[in-house]
């Protein structure tokens, strides 16, 4: 996606991926899609890389790289019943999850 004044949007992701052996991969990219192919290609995470291929099953978009991480570390620790209802809310929407911004914390 690009802007009017040719600039990449700041859009960061957390994802999911379904390797070939039926397991869920979590992570973070600033592209999913490619970060699918580079999994695919062997350029991913060393989990992957022997569960190959993989495919996208899940996506949501943050603007802030922080909010994309915490969220990454957040999913991670799910259950894999919790993950695998996200993904079929995923589905069942039809779209990509697209948070809304959080409020920074106060600085003390």
Do not use: W
């Amino acid at each position: 996606m690009v802007l009017g004044s040719g600039t990449i949007p700041d859009v960061h992701f957390v994802y999911i991926v379904r390797c070939a052996d039926g397991t869920l991969y979590t992570g973070y990219a600033r592209d999913p899609s490619a970060r699918e192919q580079a999994h695919n290609d062997g350029r991913g995470a060393r989990y992957t890389c022997g569960r190959r291929p993989v495919s996208l099953v899940y996506s949501e978009a943050f603007e802030r790289h922080g909010d994309a991480l915490r969220r990454e570390q957040r999913v991670k620790r799910l259950s894999r019943a919790r993950k695998e209802a996200l993904v079929a809310s995923f589905h069942a929407e039809g779209q990509q999850h697209v948070a809304r911004p959080q409020p920074e914390p106060p600085v003390a």
